[in-house]
């Protein structure tokens, strides 16, 4: 009984961490974290977190880098594309679906 409410309870903690995640401001994504286009790409303040698995899920963070150094951002698929945020370097590559 006890060893249920263990489990239970660890994952609801994991359920409101995703949830909490989900929704927050790309500046504070994290890699592997998946975006929504947030209308324009390039308005990072519209750019939401969101649950990969979701269909709202276009672009997935690959790698978080120091500021300035977009030219170190990971090649692949049709695009790489950055932000500067709170002087870190935010690369995104679409979500294979």
């Keep these: 009984m006890a060893h249920r409410l263990i ?3 660890a994952a609801l903690i994991a359920v409101a961490g995703l949830t909490t995640a989900c929704g927050k401001s790309a500046s504070s994504a994290k890699e592997g974290d998946c ?18 698995d979701s269909a709202k899920a276009k672009y997935r963070v690959s790698a978080i880098l120091g500021p300035n150094r977009k030219q170190d951002c990971p090649k692949g698929g049709m695009f790489t594309f950055s932000w500067q945020a709170d002087g870190k370097t935010i690369c995104i590559l679409p979500v294979k679906k």
């Design 7 to 9: 489990l239970g309870a």
């Design 35 to 52: 975006l929504d286009n947030g209308g324009m790409m390039a308005d990072l303040n519209k750019t939401k977190i969101v649950a990969c």
